[in-house]
């Protein structure tokens, strides 16, 4: 049950240091959507510090309740009052029991939430993947892989790496210099 301590500011860490922002130049070459998510998950960790400090006051509560029974027993108490103070105890108890499992799956649900959007937000802000392992290609030629991303253009590709489009088109295989999709590995000749 601690261990959702430990990752929460973990999380709230990741999402406001600034660590993470260094894949842009700056929070304008951010994208909206992306500052959106940010935002609403700073919103979703604040929420879930003041229902922690709640279910901390309702824990507190209760264990003030069951002390108090517990004092409230007098040395020479009758039998019925032993056990109605019992049955109150018992009560508390699987209160306490009930409150502490339904923090737990609270605690499950938001993480495995938050989880998602970090890996959402770091999929859609990550800059264009180029791995560069050197992979001969039609004999000697060696090159790099691209990964397409999202916005990316056969033109934008080649200028980015000062190759001509009608290069990238013939390594490559396509059809079209339009032919290309999101998440496609093009070969750049060095």
Do not use: W
């Not at 400090?53 to 009758?78: D, H, I, P, T, Y």
């Not at 264009?128 to 253009?153: D, L, N």
């Not at 980015?160 to 290069?167: F, L, N, P, Q, T």
């Amino acid at each position: 049950m601690k261990s959702i301590y430990f990752l929460l500011p973990l999380a709230a860490a990741l999402l406001a240091a600034p660590g993470c922002t260094t894949m842009v130049d700056s929070d304008d070459d951010v994208p909206l959507a992306t500052r959106a998510e940010v935002d609403y998950l700073r919103g979703e960790l604040r929420s879930l510090r003041d229902r922690q400090s709640a279910s901390e006051s309702e824990l507190g509560r209760f264990q003030g309740e069951m002390m108090s029974a517990q004092a409230g027993q007098s040395a020479f108490a009758s039998a019925a009052q032993v056990q109605s103070l019992q049955t109150q105890l018992e009560d508390l108890q699987r209160q306490i029991r009930a409150f502490d499992a339904a923090r737990v799956q609270d605690k499950k649900e938001i993480y495995d939430d938050i989880s998602k959007k970090i890996a959402t937000i770091l999929k859609t802000s990550a800059p264009a993947q180029a791995s560069r392992p050197s992979r001969p290609r039609s004999g000697s030629q060696t090159g790099i892989e691209h990964v397409v991303q999202p916005g990316e253009s056969l033109s934008k590709i080649a200028a980015a790496y000062g190759v001509r489009m009608s290069v990238l088109v013939e390594e490559n295989g396509l059809s079209s210099p339009d032919n290309i999709r999101v998440g496609q590995k093009l070969f750049i000749p060095d």
